[in-house]
């Protein structure tokens, strides 16, 4: 099929992309949390979750799995067991956000 190899090769391309986005949207967290006010600190976090969700998109996944994995993930380990839910119920408060949501 004319035009595949090139779809493949631009695909891959983006995904690279999109991880060194990832990584650098990290390393801004990182640096703000340092230095920062709140507003650099949550615009980091929230290229984070973007670059995230646009990762999954490029592998073939849709937004929505993403997002009922967080919700799965998040009650796994509410199950288990987790300090933060222990220490400040952050699990719980994820969980009902999420919920909110739906």
Not at 80 to 96: A, C, I, R, V
Request: charged share 25%.
């Amino acid at each position: 099929m004319p035009g595949t190899d090139m779809d493949i090769a631009k695909n891959i391309k983006a995904v690279e992309w999109v991880k060194a986005d990832l990584v650098d949207s990290l390393g801004n967290l990182f640096k703000n949390m340092v230095k920062g006010s709140m507003d650099t600190i949550v615009d980091s976090l929230a290229l984070i979750i973007i670059n995230c969700f646009l990762l999954v998109k490029r592998l073939g996944l849709s937004f929505g799995q993403l997002d009922i994995r967080v919700w799965e993930k998040t009650s796994a380990l509410l199950e288990e067991g987790h300090p933060l839910e222990d220490w400040y119920k952050d699990l719980s408060s994820l969980k009902t956000y999420l919920e909110m949501k739906r």
